[in-house]
Nanobody, 128 residues
Framework: QVQVAESGGDSVQAGESLRLSCTAS????????MGWFRQAPGKEREGVAC????????FYADSVKDRFHISKDNAKKIMYLHMNSLKPEDTAMYYC?????????????????????WGQGTQVMVSS
């Protein structure tokens, strides 16, 4: 049974940093690409960042590039999202997802949002 849990969300001031964590079990963590997505109230879910199974290929949304960093520790079955220079527009529920696509098509799959989601998300709120 797949189990995923996001954590690390908090209420912070603009310019501050947070680290989100995604722990997973019930599947071969090191065989899947993983990603972070977010959904703000009244908006559609959007991709934030994703990483391939080995951790050597990443994709980022333009809005977070150079501020956020995604990583994964296959041995510990944890994925992280390091968020720096947070802005009020980063306020959203953040979810982690999995994808069986790990080749050259990962970027396309990420931008289409074609990931599987299992957890309840973790809330990030950034005030100005």
């Amino acid at each position: 049974q797949v189990q995923v849990a996001e954590s690390g969300g908090d209420s912070v001031q603009a310019g501050e940093s947070l680290r989100l964590s995604c722990t997973a079990s019930g599947f071969s963590f090191d065989s899947y690409a993983m990603g972070w997505f977010r959904q703000a109230p009244g908006k559609e879910r959007e991709g934030v960042a994703c990483i391939n199974w080995s951790g050597d290929t990443t994709f980022y949304a333009d809005s977070v590039k150079d501020r956020f960093h995604i990583s994964k520790d296959n041995a510990k079955k944890i994925m992280y999202l390091h968020m720096n220079s947070l802005k009020p527009e980063d306020t959203a529920m953040y979810y982690c997802g999995t994808s069986g696509e790990d080749g050259p098509g990962l970027g396309v799959v990420f931008r289409k949002g074609d990931f599987s989601f299992w957890g309840q998300g973790t809330q990030v709120m950034v005030s100005s």
